[in-house]
Nanobody
Framework: QVQLVESGGGLVESGGSLRLDCAASGRFTRIYDMGWFRQAPGKQRELVTVVTRDGSTTYADSVKGRFTISRDNTKNTVQLQMNNLNPEDTAVYYC???????????????WGQGTQVTVSS
């Protein structure tokens, strides 16, 4: 199993920056895709960004050019650098990781507890 611990959320003014961090621990052979979802009040959870094990990235259109995801496979961590934040970015951000204990196991998606990001005007 994988446990994900997130940090870095908080309150920031519009135009400011935050960096979210997510550290994975537990029993697993590999972590495959890692990334971030977010959920704003009254809205569905949406994919923000994903990074594969080899470093390929995908971003939601709403964050392209402003957010940057990166990972360290040796430390089993993933980071989300968030620049030029605006109030529409206010949401709970959830880290996720796809992994399995053994190669014979199915790949499961694991989730962090979520961290609040609030952007004021």
């Amino acid at each position: 199993q994988v446990q994900l611990v997130e940090s870095g959320g908080g309150l920031v003014e519009s135009g400011g920056s935050l960096r979210l961090d997510c550290a994975a621990s537990g029993r697993f052979t590999r972590i495959y895709d890692m990334g971030w979802f977010r959920q704003a009040p009254g809205k569905q959870r949406e994919l923000v960004t994903v990074v594969t094990r080899d470093g390929s990235t995908t971003y939601a259109d709403s964050v392209k050019g402003r957010f940057t995801i990166s990972r360290d496979n040796t430390k089993n961590t993933v980071q989300l650098q968030m620049n030029n934040l605006n109030p529409e970015d206010t949401a709970v951000y959830y880290c996720h990781a796809d992994s399995r204990t053994w190669l014979s196991d199915p790949i499961n998606r694991y989730w962090g507890q979520g961290t609040q990001v609030t952007v004021s005007s």
